[in-house]
T-cell receptor
Framework: DAKTTQPPSMDCAEGRAANLPCNHS???????VYWYRQIHSQGPQYIIH???NNETNEMASLIITEDRKSSTLILPHATLRDTAVYYC??????????????FGTGTRLQVFP | GAVVSQHPSWVICKSGTSVKIECRSL??????MFWYRQFPKQSLMLMAT?????????EQGVEKDKFLINHASLTLSTLTVTSAHPEDSSFYIC???????????FGPGTRLLVL
């Protein structure tokens, strides 16, 4: 079973920041938070992951609370092409680990003009 | 990011026939590959984990004799749906983990329609 809770849907105006929350209150010390997104009829796309520090890459920022029980994915300037289902997943991470990803129901983000 | 391909992208077959789907990691070696299935308006469901050179590990409720998985090389895994029936119609997606294992990259998916 998925270990995360996400709102089923969110709207965001184009050009604005999209903040997608995720609760993972039972996360273990060796589990990372991963974010993927799935645009309609495509395979999921990796976005970002982190353990406890905030992370940023060219796609997004990941903010993890100090107690690690929740996190927020931030798309700083949402575009129409960011419309997708966003999945927050926790799994044991780190190098040389190939633990499986268990997908929950995700958040359907709709970016509107 | 790393590139994973799937072939074919879509397939239509008659009930009772077998269908093979290929998953390739194009620019990296994948020690572990995963197969998922996704029904309309539902999330991805993990079917099995395959490690190069060994037998696949199937999730509970997935019939290993119906969904044959072969991972013969570090860049190729295949899923064969044997004796397909209409209820097997779905979107099949593979993913590959890099040798470091930190991240999985997904293929574009294969849409199967069984008539």
């Amino acid at each position: 079973d998925a270990k995360t809770t996400q709102p089923p849907s969110m709207d965001c105006a184009e050009g604005r920041a999209a903040n997608l929350p995720c609760n993972h209150s039972t996360i273990s010390g060796n589990e990372y938070v991963y974010w993927y997104r799935q645009i309609h009829s495509q395979g999921p796309q990796y976005i970002i992951h982190g353990l406890k520090n905030n992370e940023t890459n060219e796609m997004a920022s990941l903010i993890i609370t100090e107690d690690r029980k929740s996190s927020t994915l931030i798309l700083p300037h949402a575009t129409l092409r960011d419309t997708a289902v966003y999945y927050c997943i926790v799994r044991v991470g780190g190098i040389y680990n190939t633990d499986k990803l268990i997908f929950g129901t995700g958040t359907r983000l709709q970016v509107f003009p | 990011g790393a590139v994973v391909s799937q072939h074919p992208s879509w397939v239509i077959c008659k009930s009772g026939t077998s269908v093979k789907i290929e998953c390739r990691s194009l620019d990296f070696q994948a020690t572990t590959m995963f197969w998922y299935r996704q029904f309309p308006k539902q999330s991805l469901m993990l079917m099995a984990t395959s490690n190069e050179g060994s037998k696949a590990t199937y999730e509970q409720g997935v019939e290993k004799d119906k969904f044959l998985i072969n991972h013969a090389s570090l860049t190729l895994s295949t899923l064969t749906v044997t004796s397909a029936h209409p209820e097997d119609s779905s979107f099949y997606i593979c993913s590959a983990a890099t040798s470091l294992g930190e991240t999985q990259y997904f293929g574009p998916g294969t849409r199967l329609l069984v008539l």
